[in-house]
């Protein structure tokens, strides 16, 4: 016999991997061995857990084979001609053996340098409105507080060009700095809420702890409680890169060549509507799905870690 404390679920292997959740009461303690071991549940959760994946990939294809089916019977309805053969010229071209970057590559190199950079901009001043708002400084809390209402209550689309015509002639900021900043801005006062949830979540146990050894209060946030917090909030984080991402493109109202300015243009003067627009939606889904996939990657780790 086996003791097995405070457990209320667990997965049992029946059958040929055939699963029935069992619910424990609470004042049930032992199980046999003879049933189940360990080893058999290890297996049993590895083996659902692939077989859960299979079923998402295939809803997955299925879904969008029903949005390309959907999609192609309505393009049919209007007399369009898909001219998919021509698209690949906009992405690239190889020419005596190298390649040649299409329109498309270079605005999405484009989207990479403004989403990076606003991206890192967005979690500097995130962090920094969270840290105001919990401080004991009234003009801070108010200063914060402000930010994040008038950010947070205003269309992204108003601040980029209020930064664009206004305030970027005052100070002497291009184009693409004004389109970072107002990015920056804009996602940094989702980000700051993000922060400080984080940071109000770890105990206050880690606090007493860490002022009883003598730390000040930047050393607590450095060496204790900013650790234990990313942890906890990577996955909303996740959701801002990816949002951010793919608000991005709206900086092409302001004519930087970035990825969706690109699929303007070419548009414009081929005509090829639906191709490009597809092309466009797939590239900025790449670059969602790699940077979800990678955090996903770094909570695993950071868990194991742990």
């Given amino acids: 016999m086996t003791l097995y404390k405070d457990v209320e679920y667990f997965d049992v292997l029946v059958c040929k991997n055939i ?6 009461p609470p004042h049930l303690r032992y199980i046999n061995d003879m049933a189940f071991c360990s080893d058999d549940l290890k297996h049993a959760r590895a083996v659902r857990r692939r077989n859960w994946a299979a079923v998402h990939i295939f809803l997955f294809l299925a879904l969008a084979a029903c949005g390309v089916w959907i999609t192609l019977r309505g393009a049919e309805g209007l007399g369009y001609n898909w001219q998919w053969y021509r698209v690949p010229e906009f992405l690239g071209t190889w020419q005596d053996g190298s390649f040649t970057a299409g329109p498309l590559l270079k605005g999405l190199v484009v989207t990479f340098k403004i989403t990076g950079v606003s991206l ?3 979690f500097a001043i995130g962090l920094s409105t969270a840290l105001l708002r919990l401080s004991q400084s009234y003009v801070g809390r108010m200063l914060a507080r402000g930010y994040m209402e008038l950010i947070r209550n205003t269309p ?3 601040q980029i060009f209020f930064i664009y015509f206004v305030l970027a002639p005052l100070i002497g900021l291009g184009r693409f700095w004004a389109a970072v900043l107002a990015l920056s801005l804009f996602e940094g006062a989702y980000a700051s809420e993000v922060f400080r949830a984080g940071i109000v979540s770890i105990p206050k146990g880690q606090w007493e702890a860490a002022f009883s050894l003598g730390l000040s209060t930047w050393q607590t946030y450095r060496k204790v409680i900013l650790p ?27 004519a930087i060549a970035d990825l969706t300015w690109r699929g303007q243009v070419i548009i414009s003067e081929t005509f090829l509507t639906f191709e490009i ?3 466009v939606a797939a590239m900025y889904l790449c670059i969602t799905v790699t940077l979800s996939a990678l955090v ?3 909570e695993r780790r950071m868990g194991t870690g742990n």
């Fill in 19 to 24: 699963f029935f959740l069992f619910v424990i």
């Fill in 120 to 122: 890192i901009m967005a």
């Fill in 156 to 158: 992204l689309l108003t």
């Fill in 228 to 254: 234990q917090a990313v942890r906890r909030i990577l996955p909303p984080l996740t959701g801002l890169a990816v949002a951010l991402v793919k608000d991005s493109a709206l900086v092409s109202t302001i």
């Fill in 277 to 279: 627009w597809f092309t």
């Fill in 296 to 298: 996903s990657f770094l």
